[in-house]
């Protein structure tokens, strides 16, 4: 099934912009994420800690929906789903 | 009452909301929390838009790294007090309004002095240990809060009324990491803080919708500005049943 993912900040540039994954029929946020990260170097390191943790500071979204991050394992995507992802800005 | 000359300064507004949000402008105090990329344009249209008090804190000096994107400093205020030069075009600006400098760095025991009696309180300020203060503030104050961020070509944006939207810590419960230098060009902060005094003179006047369980979000280099929907969370720190 394919689920489009809309990246901000960094990690767009990271990506290099909006993507459309293949994912497996009921794959969860998790395994969503981790296949974001494995697009690229960059994109492994905007999104994961060196303990292979995500980032907490990312803001998780799902059609729209915010996802905590201790939800991101149970919570399974659909076909045509869309997940945004931002890594907040903190300068001024 | 408007005086004349208030009338002939603001027509170009009042021909778009009134004369009694005028008044209302006019009444108002806004305290500004930073003096640097955001602060800068944010106390600049403020003023021009005839706020009535504009406060502004910030501990800084003006170094000359500050110049490409704080557009209120020049090169002659290099060693000033960023609140001093701000006051000075500001009051140049608008000598009607009343600009109150305050030279501090914004801290627990400080916070709620400083923005005491502030219709509104802006977050112009450049990392999340402040900023999660200042949220604290309003929230204890009641006091709405209009936050902003920049880094890059990237900006954020919301605005926060105490006790009816998502708070600072509900959207972004983790900080994130702090850099010693944070890469900016200057039009993303003047994007992000024109954007920041809007709301303040759309909540001011009561024009409009309010960026209120929104984050907007700016990508300067895609030339785009979306809004993603944020809500309080019933566990939130410093809103919700996890207070602290
Ligand atoms: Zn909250």
């Known amino acids: 099934m394919q689920v489009r993912v809309r990246a901000f900040a960094r990690l767009r540039e990271a990506i290099g912009g909006d993507l459309t994954l293949e994912v497996p029929e009921g794959a969860t ?3 969503l994420l981790a296949a974001v990260g494995e697009t690229s170097e960059q994109a492994g390191e905007a999104l994961f800690e ?6 907490g500071y990312v803001i998780l979204m799902h059609n729209g929906r915010r996802v905590r991050r201790a939800e991101a394992g149970t919570l399974t995507l659909a076909d045509g789903d869309e997940v945004a992802l931002f890594p907040p800005v903190a300068g001024g | 009452m408007l005086t004349d000359w208030e009338l002939e300064r603001y027509r170009r507004q009042i021909a778009l909301f009134g004369e009694e949000a005028q008044e209302r402008l006019a009444n108002a105090r806004v305290v500004i929390v930073g003096a640097g990329g955001l602060g800068c344009p944010v106390a600049l249209y403020l003023a021009a838009a005839g706020i009535g008090e504009v406060r502004l804190v910030d501990g800084d000096v003006v170094d000359r790294t500050n110049l490409n994107r704080q557009v ?13 030069s701000a006051a000075g075009k500001l009051r140049a600006q608008n000598p009607e309004i009343t600009v109150v400098a305050t030279r501090a760095t914004l801290d ?14 802006v977050d112009a300020t450049d990392n999340f240990g402040v900023r999660y203060i200042l949220n604290r503030v309003a929230l204890g104050a009641r006091v709405p809060l209009i936050h902003g961020a920049v ?4 900006g954020q944006a919301t605005m926060i009324i105490p006790g009816r939207t998502a708070c600072l810590e509900c959207i972004f419960p983790v900080a994130p990491p702090r850099e010693d230098v944070i890469p900016v060009v200057g039009t993303t902060p003047g994007i992000i803080g024109l954007v920041q005094a809007n709301e303040a003179i759309k909540y001011i006047t009561g024009t409009g919708d309010l960026l209120t369980n929104r984050l907007l979000v700016w990508d300067g280099r895609a030339a785009t500005m979306t809004t993603l929907p944020v809500e309080r969370q019933e566990d939130c720190k410093a809103c919700g049943s996890g207070r602290c």
Request: glycine share 12%.
């Open chain 2, 108 to 121: 627990e025991e400080n916070a709620a002095l400083l923005a005491g009696g502030a219709d509104l309180l």
């Open chain 2, 72 to 84: 209120l400093h020049t090169d002659r205020d290099i060693g000033r007090a960023k609140v001093e």
């Open chain 2, 151 to 154: 880094r890059g070509f990237d």
């Open chain 1, 29 to 31: 946020m998790s395994r």
């Open chain 1, 50 to 55: 060196e303990s292979g943790e995500i980032r």
